[in-house]
T-cell receptor, first 111, second 115 residues
Framework: QKEVEQDPGPLSVPEGAIVSLNCTYS??????FMWYRQYSRKGPELLMY????GNKEDGRFTAQVDKSSKYISLFIRDSQPSDSATYLC???????????FGDGTTLTVKP | DTEVTQTPKHLVMGMTNKKSLKCEQH?????MYWYKQKAKKPPELMFV???????INESVPSRFSPECPNSSLLNLHLHALQPEDSALYLC??????????????FGPGTRLTVL
């Protein structure tokens, strides 16, 4: 079993929709939770970084962490065609910065 | 400046060639990473340098040889690669190498094709 499982997608939504991207993890030692956005043929770009359970909001993006159920989510409000990309969740414990990534969900937002 | 730069952007090499990938950051970060990413897969960690010392080597074949000449530069030397080594090679850096809330910045990657 993978340490981080991500809803596989692909996901296709109309412009303006609310998007929900989800991951589960198995290692209770994970303390840090990240969401990256990766456009085709580019490097990943950090979108959100959270440490504890709860919500963190940044513009149209909200990251949610539930440590009790080992579940992390990214919500995108008012989705735009420019949000079309692959979204990667990632987790870390305290072991020298080694991130464990989910497999990614490819999102397409149609105008 | 929150930029990690990588050169070259694209590289095509034969199985007998020797080449090097280069990565540079000027954010004062003390941890630098090499990842390999195949199509439609997440990045796979290869090496981590922390304070210019190799701290993680994920059992990568010896045909990949990392080097950290100074705190701003990271190289990946390639020799006798196989076609299955074709991938996007990503460099990343972060302030302290984890264990605390800090951001990992990725470069744009070098797309490597081995013929």
């Amino acid at each position: 079993q993978k340490e981080v499982e991500q809803d596989p997608g692909p996901l296709s939504v109309p412009e303006g929709a609310i998007v929900s991207l989800n991951c589960t993890y198995s290692n209770s030692a994970f303390q840090y939770f990240m969401w990256y956005r990766q456009y085709s043929r580019k490097g990943p770009e950090l979108l959100m970084y959270t440490y504890s359970s709860g919500n963190k909001e940044d513009g149209r993006f909200t990251a949610q962490v539930d440590k009790s159920s080992k579940y992390i989510s990214l919500f995108i409000r008012d989705s735009q065609p420019s949000d079309s990309a692959t979204y990667l969740c990632a987790t870390e414990g305290t072991n020298a910065g080694k991130s464990t990534f989910g497999d990614g969900t490819t999102l397409t937002v149609k105008p | 400046d929150t930029e990690v730069t990588q050169t070259p952007k694209h590289l095509v090499m034969g199985m007998t060639n020797k080449k090097s990938l280069k990565c540079e950051q000027h954010m004062g970060h003390r941890a630098m990473y090499w990842y390999k990413q195949k199509a439609k897969k997440p990045p796979e960690l290869m090496f981590v340098y922390s304070y210019e010392k190799l701290s993680i080597n994920e059992s990568v074949p010896s045909r990949f040889s990392p080097e950290c000449p100074n705190s701003s530069l990271l190289n990946l030397h390639l020799h006798a690669l196989q076609p299955e080594d074709s991938a996007l090679y990503l460099c990343a850096s972060r302030n302290r190498g984890g264990g605390s809330p800090d951001t990992q910045y990725f470069g744009p990657g070098t797309r490597l094709t081995v013929l």
